[in-house]
């Protein structure tokens, strides 16, 4: 059957919209393509016109997706994921891995690593995207994600089980304070929690209870922490804490290069488990590819590896 008699949208037009629709922004869907704003938006009332509806509720400053526009999401990206198997299972791609994750975990964990396994498996090419909220419980267009077990949604229903999410612990997460040994060697050490009211305390904006949660660990009042300084970028708070601003509420497999380098050193010698774990999530789906399963068995070999030799701090 022809092309014409299906009726078929453009087709282009599909991957402007799930850009757009994922974005829920036609500004961050032309950063992403490498177009205007503009041609996200013309590509995305060309489709509207085609299905004869809209698909986003237009506001003052920006868009949303209206309830036609959330399901229809959710069939091109289950479409647009069956045209890119069918390309792959007919040899016309290269072998791709499509990583999302944390982008604490992504820069101080994953990366340190990942040389490992495209070594190992250069056929495979990697896609990573970095996010601060953990796994959108509506996404489905990626193979493998990092996040905290506190941050991940929970996953929409299903009514495909191609489609369910399944989760691998990586490693328990910790909290420890630590800083730079010039800032240790100039206030001296320490000898309870409470000293550290005293001093000035650095921590990541998006794990801003990371502090209360230590001090309440140590059965200790959190301090005001209205004078500490906060990072959007977990790399921005090791950066201020090793060039000695201050202490920080770290998470020790995050930091294990620069524990290990002495440019960061535990203000106190006990550590205390954090209320998350890391985690690796995957679709149903992802399972069955062989380039899922490579990178699955390699990360769960790394985490264990890491832990038997007491990386985690």
Request: proline letters at 6%; a positive charge.
């Amino acid at each position: 059957m022809s092309a014409t008699l299906l009726n078929l949208p453009p087709l282009e037009s599909l991957r402007f919209f799930e850009a757009a629709a994922r974005h829920e922004s036609f500004v961050r869907a032309g950063a992403e393509l490498g177009v205007t704003p503009a041609a996200v938006a013309h590509r995305v009332r060309t489709l509207e016109r085609h299905l004869a509806t809209s698909l986003f509720n237009r506001r003052r400053r920006g868009v949303e997706l209206n309830r036609r526009g959330r399901a229809y999401l959710k069939e091109v990206q289950r479409i647009l994921a069956e045209v890119h198997a069918a390309g792959e299972r007919l040899g016309r791609r290269a072998r791709r891995l499509r990583i999302v994750s944390v982008e604490a975990v992504a820069e101080k964990w994953l990366m340190p690593r990942l040389a490992g396994f495209t070594a190992a498996h250069p056929d495979i090419a990697i896609e990573i995207e970095t996010n601060h909220r953990g796994v959108d419980p509506e996404r489905r267009d990626f193979d493998a994600w990092l996040a905290y077990s506190g941050e991940t949604a929970a996953p929409r229903p299903v009514t495909r089980a191609e489609d369910t999410l399944l989760e691998d612990t990586l490693y328990k997460e910790n909290l420890r304070p630590v800083c730079s040994p010039a800032l240790l060697n100039e206030r001296g050490r320490p000898r309870i929690p409470a000293d550290l009211h005293d001093w000035p305390l650095l921590y990541d904006l998006g794990w801003d209870a990371d502090w209360p949660y230590w001090f309440a660990r140590q059965g200790r009042p959190s301090p005001d922490l209205s004078e500490a300084s906060g990072f959007r970028l977990y790399s921005m708070l090791v950066r201020a804490a090793v060039n000695g601003s201050g202490a920080a509420i770290g998470r020790p497999m995050l930091i294990a290069q620069e524990l290990e380098q002495e440019s960061l050193v535990r203000v106190f010698k006990r550590q205390s488990a954090a209320p998350e774990r890391c985690c690796l999530i995957t679709t149903a789906a992802a399972r069955h590819r062989s380039e899922v399963q490579a990178f699955r068995r390699w990360i769960l070999r790394e985490a264990r590896s890491k832990a038997r030799t007491g990386a985690h701090g």
